[in-house]
């Protein structure tokens, strides 16, 4: 059986790419870190609680370091763009 794959792209197109999955999964962070709070919110007493608050202070965590990543991810295309003279 014949399996086709495309190329790998390019490094001009890698950092996109990067950045592109970065931003996604920022944006999954964030909803489960709303959704771990709302789940807060609506159930204040349950011994789930505690579960759901550490849940929602590993999310932030997760979304803190992508959030780092993203940064450095876009000062290095940033470096690459525009050359030190």
Known sequence: MLKIVPDPPC????TDYLEDILVDAMEHALCGLAVSNQSIA??????????????SHELD???SLLECALERVQLKRQSTLSPIH
């Open 11 to 14: 490094p001009a197109e890698s």
């Open 42 to 55: 609506c159930l204040p007493k349950s011994p789930a609680t505690i579960m759901l608050r550490t849940v």
């Open 61 to 63: 965590a997760v979304h």
